[in-house]
């Protein structure tokens, strides 16, 4: 979507941005990690400047891919290069279904739907935590939600990186789950910790912890700026780029100063905003070509890229399809490595539903379908099959047929191929029931 010269073009801009603006580092201990590996940092406003050479070589220290474990190690995964992963939705306020509506979700609900993404194969790591239980004392309910991610799930989960003290729990807690060292975990992470910066240009103090935290201890973080253009970023998606370039690439340089070789990811949430209220407006056209550049990007600085499904719809409805499909489209196309919140993402992240966790895991199952390769050969050719069938013949009964048809197509999950009758007399079910 960015002809070389223009990739180039906005690189050199965020270089530029970083080297005479700057950004603000609230954390004073990450200033001075970053003043003793050369940048120029004035604790006093607490602004931090790195030129060009230092971001370049802080950056080329990051390894391109790496493996996420698990504790069962078939479901261990590569980030980066030609993978692909699949999160579930992490870390909404509220949970929704057709018997209860939006709510305040329990976390006994919680596990409920760990339990379902436990359950979906297309899903490669448990986003974080589906919305908050807030039952639970807000000081200690991330112990209550990691032993519930260990005791439910044999996949990859995330952890919550606000703040050292939560960072160093999951740390633990993983480590002991799964029998490691701590030398042991630094060379096998398991952990994949999302490190937002507060747009524009600014890292506060508990992303800043999360991040010397997780990657002291060799574990993955996602450095991801929340650029929504015309709000926390310029209206132009050429401007957008550059400022989520800049924040990113000193995320980045972050965790090579404090672990050289920490494995780190290129985090891509540029969106636009609705400017007649402000509201971000998610599943875009302007999300799907920002997901496209930044994976030019992410490539450029050989680096895993992620990129998320979002909609801005309240209900799982057509909105919501489209807009999931406009954002998976434009990360997968954009070679995404990691798609953060596919799968029960609504009302701009406000929401976690149970019935937009199956209608995704629909989606991302198509899409895994689209992405295999055509298998040509002589068998799958078919000539053989063609003359059996003959001049106005059917393929129904013949032998190429009846010994592929039982996986020879995709079997949808959900989507209705009955015809009007058949599907009335079952009562008329649409998507979400």
């Not at 253009?229 to 990113?248: I, K, R, Y």
Request: glycine residues 10%; negative net charge; proline residues 5%.
């Amino acid at each position: 979507v960015l002809g070389a010269d223009q990739l180039e073009q906005i690189h050199l801009a965020s270089l530029q941005l970083l080297e005479n603006h700057g950004m603000k580092v609230m954390h004073e201990g990450a200033r001075q990690l970053l003043a003793d590996a050369g940048a120029s940092v004035d604790h006093d406003s607490e602004m931090v400047r790195l030129d060009s050479g230092m971001v370049m070589e802080k950056v080329s220290l990051a390894p391109s891919e790496f493996t996420l474990h698990a504790r069962n190690p078939a479901k261990n995964f590569r980030l980066g290069g030609n993978h692909l992963a699949f999160t579930s939705v992490g870390g909404p306020a509220y949970a929704s279904d057709l018997d209860r509506g939006r709510r305040r979700g329990t976390f006994e609900e919680a596990c409920d739907y760990i339990r379902l993404v436990q359950s979906l194969d297309i899903i490669h790591q448990e986003g974080g935590g589906p919305f908050e239980p807030i039952e639970l004392p807000a000081e200690t309910r991330h112990l209550d939600l990691y032993h519930a991610q260990i005791r439910l799930l044999d996949k990859n989960w995330q952890p919550i990186a606000l703040g050292g003290t939560r960072a160093r729990d999951a740390i633990n807690m993983a480590r002991i789950s799964l029998g490691f060292s701590e030398e042991e975990f630094a060379e096998k992470p398991a952990l994949f910790a999302i490190i937002n910066t507060n747009s524009p240009l600014q890292l506060d103090i508990p992303m800043a912890e999360g991040l010397i935290e997780m990657s002291s201890a060799g574990q993955a973080v996602c450095i991801t700026p929340f650029t929504l253009a015309g709000a926390m970023a310029p209206v132009t998606l050429a401007g957008t780029l550059n400022q989520q370039n800049a924040e990113a690439l000193l995320g980045v340089s972050l965790t090579q100063v404090v672990r050289p070789g920490a494995p780190v990811v290129f985090g891509a949430f540029t969106s636009n905003v609705d400017m007649r209220t402000g509201s971000p407006a998610l599943g875009t056209p302007v999300y799907s070509k920002a997901a496209q550049a930044s994976g030019q990007h992410a490539m450029r600085y050989g680096l895993p890229m992620r990129s998320s499904n979002v909609t801005s719809s309240s209900v799982v409805d057509a909105q919501s399809t489209y807009e999931s499909a406009m954002s998976l489209w434009g990360a997968i196309t954009g070679h995404a490595n990691i798609i953060v919140h596919a799968a029960g993402w609504l009302e701009g992240g406000l929401t976690a539903s149970f019935e937009k966790l199956i209608v995704d895991a629909e989606m991302l199952q198509m899409m895994s379908e689209y992405l295999q390769p055509i298998e040509v050969n002589d068998d799958t050719i078919a000539l053989d099959a063609i003359e059996e069938a003959g001049p106005g013949g059917h393929f129904f009964g013949v032998g190429h047929t009846m010994s592929r048809f039982e996986n020879a197509f995709y079997k949808p999950l959900l989507s209705e191929q009955r015809n009007f009758e058949t599907w009335q007399e079952a009562g008329s079910p649409d998507t979400r029931t």
